[in-house]
């Protein structure tokens, strides 16, 4: 048997151990405003002015509310949900406001200086940041590619934003009642999610990651004025560290020589099989051109598998790599790793992002009846499944579905005892919630008990579970369970006895996925438990009661007269 993965080892010695200095900082401007604000007209043509006397020490954001009278600014009404995020962030309750490098400093545009400016870009700062952006042939989407290094030591957990921006607009007729035609640094949307990217820490001076993102263009007044702007903030105390605008000139790669083991398909989440097959992407992120690399996996400390391969990938090229099955005893947690070994026949000239590691748990036991509920995202046509059996038997299939945001259970065809697999495809590839929606899917057995569910998935999920038809005795930690009355006017009665010290969470959602009722309890203690639901507010309809109780979930279909 081969040593495992010695290069694990070899990494620590050559982790990049180059001689790094702090980096210049580009500060960060994010100024509160509205085309309805008559202070915002009066200060923001002198903030502007400054801003692009300082454009190689400030890049900026302009988030519009929806606030004075009348409330009606278009660019706040193109994205409601992110302005309104940004805001909550600050905690804003008044127009014009600034913050400049998040909380290094706050006021209002008319005293920001030149003096100022200056101070906060002599601060240095421990990243370099490089955006490129792309149109897609058609003109209907923009990729955008990020890269964020490291020239200083970084402890703390971080957060990458990107905010797609119009630059500048110009209006014959002022869109607003505050007189204002010339707008600047418009945020038009922030990817992926107003949440950002997580940066994992600790990072070392020379470490690096590169992200991908992209948008279906909407609301876009002038699309020659497109850019991103992003920037490294800690949630914690919202310092920004430091932000860049983007170019449309390539990336410069930090290493010559350097290939990723970027992303594993065709893998399960829960496993009986006692094998998987592997498909593998890798990515050159080095300036020279990938031409070969050995791929080496194993499962829990088992013997080393390997695949050689050989192409051409050119700076940011990736291709999927099929490796030969791997079989393994099941256990109840377990760990594929994949490590990427010698690319081009030399040493990577930086390790860190050579190894991937995937978790996955021994399949679950059901017993009883066996249903896939759905609750779609606003593209059912994307969602499918199949159901297999140990054997690769198609034993069952599913969909494409016609009713956006609706439910579905569908009772799966099991019978005899066996290891049974999964898959719910998306045709899209952004699974069924987030940016399309709050779909999801569970599989639920015997007393509504949830085995496993999923939402925020790409182009496919796959889980396994055991069927074992005479019964597995799982332990309960509630029951009684009673919803009453459905059909329900006014109040929604929810009651059930709890064997054990949990946490208890109950939602509805509407037909469009939104939650409009939620109760968290958090930990509760055991005992009975009785909960008085007020939906008088609600409209006629169908909705969907969802119960989290510790890990196990109960869901049932409601009708609201």
Not at 100 to 119: A, E, F, K, L, Y
Not at 245 to 263: G, H, K, R, T
Not at 414 to 438: K, P, Q, T
Not at 516 to 542: H, I, M, R
């Amino acid at each position: 048997m081969k040593t495992k993965f010695t290069f694990l080892i070899v990494s620590l010695a050559l982790m990049a151990s180059s001689a790094f200095a702090q980096s210049q900082r580009m500060v960060l401007a994010e100024e509160f405003t509205s085309s309805t604000c008559g202070p915002c007209a009066t200060q923001n043509p002198a903030f502007d002015a400054l801003l692009n006397q300082n454009l190689d020490k400030v890049v900026s954001i302009k988030y519009h509310m929806s606030w004075p009278a009348p409330g009606n600014d278009p660019f706040y009404l193109d994205n409601e949900s992110e302005n309104n995020n940004r805001r909550g962030y600050y905690g804003i309750n008044s127009v014009p406001h600034v913050h400049m490098d998040g909380s290094s400093w706050n006021g209002q545009p008319s005293q920001v200086t030149q003096s100022r400016i200056n101070n906060m870009a002599a601060v240095p700062s421990p990243f370099e940041m490089q955006i490129q952006t792309q149109l897609s042939p058609n003109q209907d989407t923009i990729y955008l590619t990020t890269l964020v290094k490291a020239t200083d030591a970084i402890t703390n957990n971080l957060v990458v934003h990107n905010v797609v921006i119009e630059k500048y607009l110009h209006f014959d007729t002022p869109p607003g009642v505050n007189g204002e035609k010339d707008f600047y640094s418009v945020m038009k949307k922030m990817l992926p999610t107003a949440s950002g990217t997580t940066l994992d820490a600790p990072m070392n001076s020379g470490d690096y990651v590169i992200m991908q993102n992209s948008w279906a263009l909407d609301y876009i007044y002038d699309i020659t004025q497109l850019a991103v702007v992003g920037f490294v903030q800690n949630n914690m105390n919202k310092e920004v560290f430091q932000a860049a605008l983007s170019s449309e000139d390539p990336l410069v790669p930090v290493y010559n020589l350097d290939a990723e083991v970027l992303d594993v398909q065709n893998v399960t989440t829960t496993n009986c099989f006692g094998s998987l097959t592997p498909e593998v992407t890798i990515r050159n992120n080095g300036q020279e051109t990938l031409t070969s690399m050995t791929i080496e996996y194993y499962v829990n400390g088992g013997d080393v598998q390997s695949t050689d391969w050989t192409g051409n990938l050119d700076f940011l090229g990736t291709e999927i790599v099929q490796l030969d099955e791997i079989l393994f005893d099941v256990l109840d947690t377990n760990n594929l790793q994949i490590a990427g070994l010698n690319p081009n026949g030399m040493t990577d000239d930086y390790t860190p992002n050579n190894t991937l590691n995937h978790e996955f748990t021994q399949a679950p036991s059901l017993s009883g009846g066996v249903n896939l509920f759905m609750l779609f995202d606003n593209e059912p046509s994307e969602t499918t499944w199949e159901l297999f059996s140990s054997a690769g038997e198609l034993i069952q299939s599913g969909g494409p579905y016609d009713t956006p945001g609706g439910m579905k259970i569908e009772p799966l065809s099991v019978s005899a005892m066996d290891c049974y697999e999964l898959i719910m495809y998306d045709a899209g590839g952004n699974g069924m919630c987030c940016d399309n929606g709050n779909g999801y899917y569970a599989v639920i057995y015997g007393n509504n008990q949830t085995a496993f569910e999923g939402s925020d998935f790409t182009d496919l999920d796959r889980n396994q579970f055991n069927f074992d038809p005479v019964g597995i005795g799982e332990k309960a930690i509630f029951n009684e369970m009673s919803v009453f009355p459905n059909p329900v006017t006014d109040v929604l009665n929810v009651s059930f006895n709890l064997f054990e010290n949990s946490s208890v969470e109950i939602r509805i959602y509407d037909l469009l996925g939104k939650a409009v009722y939620e109760n968290t309890e958090g930990l509760s203690q055991s005992g009975k438990k009785d909960f008085a639901l007020n939906l008088n507010d609600f409209e006629p309809g169908v909705y969907l009661l969802k119960m989290n109780i510790g890990e196990k979930t109960y869901v049932e279909k409601l009708s609201v007269r």
